[in-house]
């Protein structure tokens, strides 16, 4: 009798097992399907972001030219978070896109307003520069107390003013020509100005891409993390199903071993996936400027990435136009050329006027008799041009000009030595835009047949023609393909925003 009514458990499991794998399937997403079907493999998740080089309303000549990076689509401030982390509700979460994300992090990181400050102080070494330029105008109040007909012995009072008087007048000083030297160096700050502008503009594109690294790294964690917990909860569902039949003495030990170690695998890379969120999430918060954490619910555009441009001599061209890093360079390569052209003209002469005017109400009223009357008039008033012409220092001037020398030549060599580091980067950075792209069709295809391989390994196994070894290696490679292809989605989104950095598209 217990032979009867093994046989007829045994028939009853093969009828079941020999269902189409259509009807399996369509019964495993069912939650109400038979425990005794396995369930189906997990699929990949993740969502389609757009990138700076793709969207509807720019064409592909304009995306070569320029690489728009959407700056206008988010124009309305309520759209922004606030630049400080808000209170939140427990498990509430702050929406958040990539491009709220980049101008929030241009508003908000402190490199930003670093670099911003030093602008404006560079642009006070300008005005401080300038001034050389400019007449300077002091006044002056002396009243004196003195023995009358005195002089001086020693000390700074000269002897005209060693008398008792009161007087007060302005003087003033302006610098004809130098011969060059003052508008150079006025030339060479207002360049260095320049310079560090272009260095603030720099760093603006340094925190846009470090925020485009820190939003899809965020993304692509959030994707595997759901792809590790459906594996988890699709190697748990095998494995109890094995262990009921390990039980009723249809499987061995050895198949209930190899689904255990398999459910232990998930859910150590569940356990990975969830600290690579939060490690994401906090890199996220860091680079947005915030001192503690925020919970994010991160979002974008489903419109598909198109493909890298076909021309990499267009990018490199834009490039040595716009890219501020190199504008800055070039602006100190100017500013080291006017500064050497004034360390030179310190061995020409300087050509200033000077004149003063004032009025002595109070001065001695001894003409004549005393001693000699140097207050004729209640006012008094010179003016005068004043030639200085350098002789010998010790040679100070001449090292000076030749240290300029040598410091404007290695800024040539610096200036030309970038230019050939972006040469490099933007070839480089478009063949990685290029070879993700193409491992982007490459992971489909594969997470495609790995599906079907582990459908196919599945049914083997139900039928009794597969081992649980080849189930295993199923399940393994499976997971190994959705993991490939949620990286190569993310990753050629990164290399489109790492093409956008190395070409200089403003932020």
Known sequence: MTRVNTFLLSTLLLSQWTIPSQFALAQINDKSASADNLPSAPQPQFTQNPTRLGGAPESQAALVAGFPREAGSQTASSALPQTAPPDQAPGSAIRLTRTQAEQLALKNNPRITVGHLLGLAQHQIYR???????????????????????????????????????????????LITDFGRTINLVSSSKLLEKQQNANALATSEDIVLATDQAFYNALQAQALLKVAQQTVTTRGSVEHQIDELTKSKLKSTLDLSFAEVNLSQAKLLQIDAQNNVDSTLAALTAVLGF?????????????????????????????????????????????????????????????????????????????????????????????????????????????????????????????????????????????????????????????????????????????????????????????????????????????????????????
Not at 143 to 157: C, F, M
Not at 450 to 478: F, K, N, P, W
């Open 128 to 174: 401080e520069t300038r001034a050389a330029t400019l007449p300077n105008f002091n006044g002056a109040i002396t009243a004196v107390d003195a023995n009358e007909g005195s002089r001086i012995g020693a000390g700074a009072l000269n002897a005209p003013r060693l008398l008792e008087h009161a007087g007060a007048g302005v003087t003033l000083s302006q």
């Open 291 to 507: 001192d503690k954490q925020v919970q994010y619910q991160l979002s974008d555009d489903d419109t598909q990435p198109p493909p890298p441009p076909p021309d990499a001599d267009v990018l490199i061209n834009t490039a040595l136009h716009q890219r501020p890093d190199l504008q800055a360079l070039t602006y100190g390569q100017q500013a080291a050329e006017k500064f050497r052209r004034a360390q030179h003209e310190q061995l020409l002469p300087t050509i200033s006027a000077m004149g003063l005017v004032g009025a002595s109400p109070v001065r001695p009223d001894c003409i004549g008799g005393c001693f000699p009357n140097y207050f004729v008039s209640s006012w008094y008033g010179a003016i005068g041009v004043n030639m200085s012409i350098p002789i010998f220092n010790g040679f100070l001037f001449s090292a000076q000009a030749s240290e300029a020398n040598y410091r404007a030549k290695a800024a040539v060599e610096i200036t030309r030595d970038l230019r050939d580091q972006v040469v490099r980067d933007v070839r480089t950075a478009w063949l990685a835009a290029n070879t993700a792209f193409q491992r982007v069709g490459v992971e489909a295809e594969l997470a495609k047949e790995a599906d079907l391989g582990l459908t196919l390994a599945q049914d083997r196994y139900h039928l009794g023609l597969g081992s649980i070894v080849e189930l295993s290696q199923a399940q393994l490679q499976q997971t190994d393909a959705a993991i490939g292809y949620v990286n190569a989605q993310y990753q050629y989104r990164l290399s489109l925003s790492t093409l956008n950095f190395e070409i200089g598209a403003q932020p």
